[in-house]
């Protein structure tokens, strides 16, 4: 079945460490994105890849690195300069022609800093 | 902010009853999508309503827009505890632009 996988979907980190959080898709689409979702929040963009090695920040990208490597992965590096990582990551993915910019999720990944 | 603003915030509703949701946004649109997020789970697109149409069914799921009032509502007849979720609204502000998410409605429906 195609889809997006996240990785893992739990992760604990103390303070001071980087984690990588992974985000594969088998859709063959073009454009992926990566959301942080707060307790009662709506979903903030990080950071999108509309093609393999080019990237732009989201509206919250402070403390947060990403590299597209290759159409399938696009993961993203919450770094130690990130204040206040406790949160839900969201991956999605967008065909590139679809014109209507319809997301598709992967089940998230958690992460908490102790 | 371009977000999107949804109410109500929370909704609970009895099996069998309508429930309605709402979703106010700023500026012209492309589009309007709604999504759905089970607790701890990814969003999962619902359905789609373009700046030029106004009222789009899909199931039991109703989507009007009214570009007049920058507003769009999301109605679920005869619910059931499987609906039993977030209601997300996303809007599109231009061909190819970003999605801006909304708050969300948390709805609960009780067998």
């Known amino acids: 079945d195609g889809g997006i996988t996240q990785s893992p979907k739990y992760l604990f980190r103390k303070e001071g460490q980087n984690v990588t959080l992974s985000c594969e898709q088998n859709?063959?689409?073009?454009?992926m994105y990566w959301y942080r979702q707060d307790p009662g929040q709506g979903l903030r963009l990080i950071y999108y890849s509309q093609i393999v090695n080019d990237f732009q920040k989201g509206d919250i990208a402070e403390g947060y690195s990403v590299s597209r490597e290759k159409k399938e992965s696009f993961p993203l590096t919450v770094t130690s300069a990130q204040k206040n990582p406790t949160a839900f990551y969201l991956c999605a993915s967008i065909r590139g022609d679809s014109g209507a910019n319809v997301l598709t999720f992967g089940a998230g990944s958690r992460l908490t800093v102790l | 902010s371009q977000q999107g603003e949804e109410d109500p915030q929370a909704l609970s509703i009895q099996e069998g009853e309508n429930a309605t949701m709402n979703c106010s946004y700023k500026?012209?649109?492309?589009?309007l999508q709604w999504y759905r997020q089970n607790s701890g789970r990814g969003l999962v697109h619902l359905i789609l309503?373009?700046?030029?149409?106004r009222e789009k069914h899909s199931g039991r799921l109703r989507v009007t827009l009214d570009t007049s009032k920058k507003s769009s509502s999301l109605l679920i007849t005869a619910s059931r505890a499987a609906d039993t979720a977030s209601y997300f609204c996303a809007t599109v502000y231009n061909q190819g632009g970003k999605l801006i998410f909304g708050q969300g409605t948390e709805l609960s429906v009780k067998p």
């Open positions: 859709l063959n689409h073009d454009a």
């Open positions: 500026t012209s649109i492309n589009n």
């Open positions: 309503i373009r700046s030029n149409e």
